[in-house]
């Protein structure tokens, strides 16, 4: 009677996780330490899902051990690795597991990109495999029943999980083994057994009648809501249907046998009678319809002696009136299972490979904060460098402070002289032309790397719509256009950048064209430049006035303004950090993340002071423009002006913002070529990632189209009409039709009153050495010839499509392709190939027989005539 249903497993395809997964922890993390321990984790997962589903696993609790480590470790991975289609690509196959394939066609499996179709199919594992091991326990002791009962409630609570999630775990139908019907069915046909193994428990410890009364009549309302379930449902094997029906009867039959116990007790002797009626017809239903599942003869027999002894005690003694069925009062239930509840961990020994790996969350809460660092750090450091330029333009247009140095009228200005040597220093005209010589080799190669990754895209894609066009709704996976929609968003966005960055460098070039012969000069020696600039007659001595100091003062005090701004750019760049800890305390203590509130918080106190300090020497510098500005509104009322002096003042002023021009030209060209250079690492992190997807989709398209010409194969296809005969159309004034090597008679309806004889089977094989070929004899006298050889052209054509078994052609017996056809009986004449447009061939006596062209469709070697006895 303990007849236990197990479930067979699934079967995985081999996978390789390492590549992918140490491609996406090298991209995301530095390297170093922390990145070799990560890429070192990923091989231990890929061994672990070798030794959890690679291989058929015992039916032990070791084994279970390992696959739960497997799905906890699964689970553990999902927040920290972006596991789509277009980001880690790893395509998991498993073949459904009640599906026992064709010959041609192979068994039925799904391929998908998704780690929860992963978890969902090792969970179902992990469920079959705790059926299969409970299914083994030995059920006379307490130990055995204690570990069914355990394993049958953990595997009900996998297949309820499975059931309950699958649908959002996966973005397209499931295979059948583990669509929610069938789990749903599955999860109850475990808990019916754990509710059994409690019932085999409560009989062995002889306990009350009444209790194991109502735990029978539980398992057996366990195991009809079962068979309801899938009882219009071809998706479990067809053995487990009998199963459930006779488990349902047995059980019943126990909640009756225990039952009429009970109302003997109760003195309720018809009670008794017609409980044991019932359970009696029922063993007997189980054992005329599925004694070949189960057997149930020792139950049989003891509810048999029960009835008997009662109807005889009854029948003397009690005469108690047998109720009907209908009248009995029904049996109450008492359910002692739970479906197991799956919590993580599963397994008491999982250690998490990746637990030094931070969550996709917080990884994109820091992305996310770095952001709004760097922009607020950039906002400030703009503001600082805009405020310089401000500056330097209101004094070079001023011509401060040269003009406060110049007092002789006929030498260069100090100031003037260390611009030129700061200019000179920096490689001069000659380094802003190298760089502007290197932006277009670098603007190229980006442009490159980028039409090359949309290029392999725009290949992909047009197969896969060919693809599609051609098998319509048998191509069922995400069309490359909707899966390749981010990557070209982030094309597009790339190709904007480098417009932008070439608009950029135009402006930069159109900017040095204009200063350039100014820059040029700037860059000679004091000589030349000296002799470049105008001579003045000698301005009146203002050394000692009161004016002069005040600029000079008023100068100075710019100065150190713009010496704290460099400091503060410094201090701005150089402050770190480390966010993680605090994003992963959120996680933990809300179960989310609220960057921007974290953020904006941390940023103010952290760069709070620095940002106060910027907006301080901002106001400060206002200040001293304008006093600096009054001041020298005085300085030039004091200074004699006349035409020479203006015009040398002018080329000190256009000097001055040569040099500001140089100094900013070679700064944002520097800054060019590093934005090409760290934008060429993106695109071919870009690359990387579109070739990856790409990989993996050409991988899913050749296993998506092995599948679908195993599914053809499976089809049955319709047989095809052969042609007509040639001398079926051919006009009275026709051609013959020639007369092919070895000629088979066309298909003849003979004339006979008596009936026809079914085809003879064909005779046995004899060895050509050792019978010679027998001469045929015809009812019309015509003589026979001898089969043609097996490498003749009638028996070596290739067949069109698929054909019944061939017949050949056997040793010492004439082939009937060159038997002539006869008036009378033939018995092979609709032997193997009864073939439509049978023509009435006739033929007058004495002439010889009409030799009709090989028919079509028959590349097999033709079936030989015997002679009648």
């Given at each position: 009677m303990a007849t236990f249903i197990s479930v067979q497993s699934k079967k995985a395809s081999e996978v390789d996780l390492v590549k992918p997964l140490s491609k996406f922890i090298q991209q995301t993390y530095p390297s170093g330490e922390e990145q070799t321990e990560h890429c070192r984790a990923a091989e231990e997962l890929n061994k672990l899902r070798k030794s959890a589903v690679g291989r058929p696993l015992d039916k032990h609790e070791s084994s279970l051990e390992t696959l739960l480590r497997y799905y906890d470790q699964l689970c553990s991975i999902e927040p920290k690795f972006p596991f789509s289609e277009n980001q880690v690509c790893v395509t998991f196959t498993w073949k459904d597991a009640f599906d026992k394939g064709s010959l041609f066609g192979g068994s039925v499996k799904l391929a998908l990109a998704s780690l929860g179709y992963e978890k969902t199919c090792v969970l179902f594992n992990c469920g079959a495999l705790a059926s299969q091991i409970a299914s083994e326990q030995n059920l006379d002791n307490d130990e055995g029943l204690k570990t069914a009962a355990k394993h049958y409630q953990f595997a009900s609570g996998a297949f309820q999980h499975i059931k309950d999630t699958v649908l959002s775990a996966l973005s397209r139908e499931p295979t059948v083994d583990i669509s929610p019907d069938t789990v749903g069915t599955l999860s109850l046909i475990m808990l019916a057994q754990a509710q059994e193994v409690f019932f085999l428990k409560a009989t062995r410890d002889k306990m009350k009648d009444a209790i194991i009364a109502?735990?029978?009549?539980?398992?057996?309302?366990?195991?009809?809501?079962?068979?309801?379930?899938?009882?219009?449902?071809?998706?479990?094997?067809?053995?487990?249907?009998?199963?459930?029906?006779?488990?349902?009867?047995?059980?019943?039959?126990?909640?009756?046998?225990?039952?009429?116990?009970?109302?003997?007790?109760?003195?309720?002797?018809?009670?008794?009678?017609?409980?044991?009626?019932?359970?009696?017809?029922?063993?007997?239903?189980?054992?005329?319809?599925?004694?070949?599942?189960?057997?149930?003869?020792d139950l049989s027999d003891k509810i048999s002696r029960a009835l008997t002894a009662a109807k005889k005690d009854n029948d003397f003694i009690y005469h108690d009136r047998v109720p009907d069925l209908k009248d009995l009062e029904p049996i109450g239930k008492a359910s002692l299972v739970k479906s197991t509840s799956i919590v993580i961990p599963l397994s008491q020994k999982f250690t998490d490979l990746f637990e030094k790996m931070v969550p996709l969350a917080v990884q994109q809460s820091l992305s996310i904060y770095n952001q709004r660092k760097a922009d607020l750090v950039n906002r400030s450091i703009a503001q600082m460098r805009e405020a310089t330029n401000l500056a330097n333009g209101v004094l070079a247009s001023l011509n401060l402070p040269a003009a406060i140095e110049d007092v002789s009228g006929d030498s260069v200005p100090q100031s003037i002289l260390q611009k030129s040597k700061s200019v000179i220093e920096q490689g001069g005209i000659q380094t802003i032309d190298q760089l502007i010589k290197d932006l277009p080799e670098l603007l190229q190669r980006n442009r490159e790397i980028l039409n090359e990754s949309l290029r392999i895209l725009d290949e992909e894609e047009a197969t896969d719509n060919d693809l599609r066009a051609k098998f319509k709704?048998?191509?069922?996976?995400?069309?490359?256009?909707?899966?390749?929609?981010?990557?070209?968003?982030?094309?597009?966005n790339f190709s904007n950048i480098l417009d932008k960055a070439i608009q950029a460098d135009g402006q930069v070039k159109e900017r040095y064209q204009t200063h350039r012969d100014t820059i040029a000069l700037l860059c000679k020696p004091e000589a030349e430049l000296n002799a470049a600039i105008p001579s003045a007659n000698p301005a009146k001595t203002m050394q000692g006035s009161e004016v002069v100091g005040v600029l000079r003062s008023l100068l100075a005090g710019l100065d150190e303004v713009k010496k704290e701004r460099e400091q503060l750019e410094n201090d701005l760049k150089s402050v770190n950090f480390d966010m993680t800890s605090k994003f992963l305390t959120a996680l933990a203590q809300d179960g989310a993340i609220n960057e921007e509130a974290i953020s904006v918080t941390e940023l103010d106190r952290i760069y709070g002071s620095l940002t106060h300090k910027v907006q301080e020497?901002?106001?400060?510098?206002?200040?001293?423009?304008?006093?600096?500005?009054?001041?020298?509104?005085?300085?030039?009322?004091?200074?004699?002006?006349?035409?020479?002096?203006?015009?040398?003042?002018?080329?000190?002023?256009?000097?001055?913002?040569?040099?500001?021009?140089?100094?900013e030209l070679v700064a944002n060209l520097r800054e060019g070529t590093k934005f090409y250079n760290e934008l060429t690492e993106i695109l071919l992190k870009f690359q990387n990632k579109c070739s990856d997807i790409v990989f993996a989709r050409k991988t899913e398209r050749d296993e998506l189209l092995k599948d679908l010409q195993q599914s053809i194969a499976r089809e049955p296809s319709a047989p095809s009409i052969p042609s007509q005969p040639a001398y079926q159309t051919a006009t009275g004034g026709g051609s013959k039709p020639a007369a092919s090597p070895a000629p088979t008679p066309a298909p003849r309806t003979m004339v006979s009153s008596k009936p026809q004889p079914p085809a003879r089977p064909p005779p046995p094989v004899f060895s050509a050495a050792s019978t010679p070929s027998t001469p045929v004899s015809t009812a019309a006298g015509a003589t026979a010839s001898s089969a043609p050889p097996a490498g003749s052209p009638a028996a070596t054509i290739a067949p069109s499509q698929a054909q019944g078994p061939p017949y050949p052609t056997y040793p010492g017996y004439p082939g009937y392709c060159q038997m002539p056809g006869p008036m009378g009986y033939n018995p092979y004449t609709y032997g193997q190939y009864n073939l439509p447009y049978a023509p009435q061939m006739y033929q007058n006596p004495g002439q010889a027989p009409y030799p009709g062209p090989q028919q079509p469709g028959y590349p097999y070697p033709q079936q030989p005539y015997y002679p009648q006895q």
């Amino acid at each position: 009677m303990a007849t236990f249903i197990s479930v067979q497993s699934k079967k995985a395809s081999e996978v390789d996780l390492v590549k992918p997964l140490s491609k996406f922890i090298q991209q995301t993390y530095p390297s170093g330490e922390e990145q070799t321990e990560h890429c070192r984790a990923a091989e231990e997962l890929n061994k672990l899902r070798k030794s959890a589903v690679g291989r058929p696993l015992d039916k032990h609790e070791s084994s279970l051990e390992t696959l739960l480590r497997y799905y906890d470790q699964l689970c553990s991975i999902e927040p920290k690795f972006p596991f789509s289609e277009n980001q880690v690509c790893v395509t998991f196959t498993w073949k459904d597991a009640f599906d026992k394939g064709s010959l041609f066609g192979g068994s039925v499996k799904l391929a998908l990109a998704s780690l929860g179709y992963e978890k969902t199919c090792v969970l179902f594992n992990c469920g079959a495999l705790a059926s299969q091991i409970a299914s083994e326990q030995n059920l006379d002791n307490d130990e055995g029943l204690k570990t069914a009962a355990k394993h049958y409630q953990f595997a009900s609570g996998a297949f309820q999980h499975i059931k309950d999630t699958v649908l959002s775990a996966l973005s397209r139908e499931p295979t059948v083994d583990i669509s929610p019907d069938t789990v749903g069915t599955l999860s109850l046909i475990m808990l019916a057994q754990a509710q059994e193994v409690f019932f085999l428990k409560a009989t062995r410890d002889k306990m009350k009648d009444a209790i194991i009364a109502k735990l029978a009549n539980q398992a057996a309302d366990y195991y009809g809501d079962a068979f309801k379930q899938c009882q219009y449902r071809d998706t479990l094997p067809k053995e487990v249907f009998p199963v459930l029906a006779a488990k349902h009867c047995i059980m019943q039959a126990h909640a009756e046998y225990h039952q009429s116990i009970l109302a003997k007790q109760q003195k309720k002797f018809g009670e008794e009678i017609g409980r044991l009626q019932h359970a009696s017809d029922l063993v007997k239903t189980v054992a005329s319809r599925y004694e070949e599942y189960i057997n149930v003869k020792d139950l049989s027999d003891k509810i048999s002696r029960a009835l008997t002894a009662a109807k005889k005690d009854n029948d003397f003694i009690y005469h108690d009136r047998v109720p009907d069925l209908k009248d009995l009062e029904p049996i109450g239930k008492a359910s002692l299972v739970k479906s197991t509840s799956i919590v993580i961990p599963l397994s008491q020994k999982f250690t998490d490979l990746f637990e030094k790996m931070v969550p996709l969350a917080v990884q994109q809460s820091l992305s996310i904060y770095n952001q709004r660092k760097a922009d607020l750090v950039n906002r400030s450091i703009a503001q600082m460098r805009e405020a310089t330029n401000l500056a330097n333009g209101v004094l070079a247009s001023l011509n401060l402070p040269a003009a406060i140095e110049d007092v002789s009228g006929d030498s260069v200005p100090q100031s003037i002289l260390q611009k030129s040597k700061s200019v000179i220093e920096q490689g001069g005209i000659q380094t802003i032309d190298q760089l502007i010589k290197d932006l277009p080799e670098l603007l190229q190669r980006n442009r490159e790397i980028l039409n090359e990754s949309l290029r392999i895209l725009d290949e992909e894609e047009a197969t896969d719509n060919d693809l599609r066009a051609k098998f319509k709704e048998r191509w069922q996976r995400t069309p490359s256009n909707d899966l390749y929609k981010p990557l070209r968003a982030e094309g597009a966005n790339f190709s904007n950048i480098l417009d932008k960055a070439i608009q950029a460098d135009g402006q930069v070039k159109e900017r040095y064209q204009t200063h350039r012969d100014t820059i040029a000069l700037l860059c000679k020696p004091e000589a030349e430049l000296n002799a470049a600039i105008p001579s003045a007659n000698p301005a009146k001595t203002m050394q000692g006035s009161e004016v002069v100091g005040v600029l000079r003062s008023l100068l100075a005090g710019l100065d150190e303004v713009k010496k704290e701004r460099e400091q503060l750019e410094n201090d701005l760049k150089s402050v770190n950090f480390d966010m993680t800890s605090k994003f992963l305390t959120a996680l933990a203590q809300d179960g989310a993340i609220n960057e921007e509130a974290i953020s904006v918080t941390e940023l103010d106190r952290i760069y709070g002071s620095l940002t106060h300090k910027v907006q301080e020497t901002l106001k400060k510098q206002e200040e001293l423009l304008k006093n600096i500005q009054n001041t020298h509104q005085e300085f030039s009322k004091m200074k004699q002006s006349n035409n020479e002096s203006n015009l040398r003042e002018e080329v000190l002023k256009n000097l001055a913002v040569a040099n500001d021009n140089f100094v900013e030209l070679v700064a944002n060209l520097r800054e060019g070529t590093k934005f090409y250079n760290e934008l060429t690492e993106i695109l071919l992190k870009f690359q990387n990632k579109c070739s990856d997807i790409v990989f993996a989709r050409k991988t899913e398209r050749d296993e998506l189209l092995k599948d679908l010409q195993q599914s053809i194969a499976r089809e049955p296809s319709a047989p095809s009409i052969p042609s007509q005969p040639a001398y079926q159309t051919a006009t009275g004034g026709g051609s013959k039709p020639a007369a092919s090597p070895a000629p088979t008679p066309a298909p003849r309806t003979m004339v006979s009153s008596k009936p026809q004889p079914p085809a003879r089977p064909p005779p046995p094989v004899f060895s050509a050495a050792s019978t010679p070929s027998t001469p045929v004899s015809t009812a019309a006298g015509a003589t026979a010839s001898s089969a043609p050889p097996a490498g003749s052209p009638a028996a070596t054509i290739a067949p069109s499509q698929a054909q019944g078994p061939p017949y050949p052609t056997y040793p010492g017996y004439p082939g009937y392709c060159q038997m002539p056809g006869p008036m009378g009986y033939n018995p092979y004449t609709y032997g193997q190939y009864n073939l439509p447009y049978a023509p009435q061939m006739y033929q007058n006596p004495g002439q010889a027989p009409y030799p009709g062209p090989q028919q079509p469709g028959y590349p097999y070697p033709q079936q030989p005539y015997y002679p009648q006895q």
